[in-house]
């Protein structure tokens, strides 16, 4: 099995800056994609941020586009998402996942994905 273990999350004032980390462990050979969900309450989950992992294609969500940056490495099996401009609406629980089956629907379904982590609270006031 694969463990995902997040981390970086936290209470930052709007304007600030947080990267959260991701960690994988077990089985992290073969990875295919990468992948950042956040869910707010009383919101549907929604895809933030994705990386291919062997080619290092990069996917953003509109709302996040040009504030957030996804990186990994492969050689530590982590998953990084630097967060810039914060925003109160970027307020939710963050969620890594990690795709190790082919798809065929693109990374921006969370249904894409295998192993999802235990999540990591990000909080921006105004």
């Known amino acids: 099995q694969v463990q995902l273990v997040e981390s970086g999350g936290g209470l930052v004032q709007a304007g600030g800056s947080l990267r959260l980390s991701c960690a994988a462990s077990g089985r992290t050979f073969s990875v295919l994609a990468m992948g950042w969900f956040r869910q707010a309450p009383g919101k549907e989950r929604e895809f933030v941020s994705a990386?291919?992992?062997?080619?290092?294609?990069?996917y953003y969500a509109d709302s996040v586009e040009g504030r957030f940056t996804i990186s990994r490495d492969n050689a530590k099996n982590t998953m990084y998402l630097q967060m810039n401009s914060l925003k109160p609406e970027d307020t939710a629980v963050y969620y890594c996942?990690?795709?190790?089956?082919?798809?065929?629907?693109?990374?921006?379904?969370?249904?894409?994905?295998?192993?999802w982590g235990q999540g990591t609270q990000v909080t921006v006031s105004s």
């Open positions: 990386i291919a992992w062997s080619g290092g294609s990069t």
């Open positions: 996942a990690a795709a190790y089956s082919p798809r065929q629907l693109g990374w921006t379904k969370g249904n894409q994905y295998d192993y």
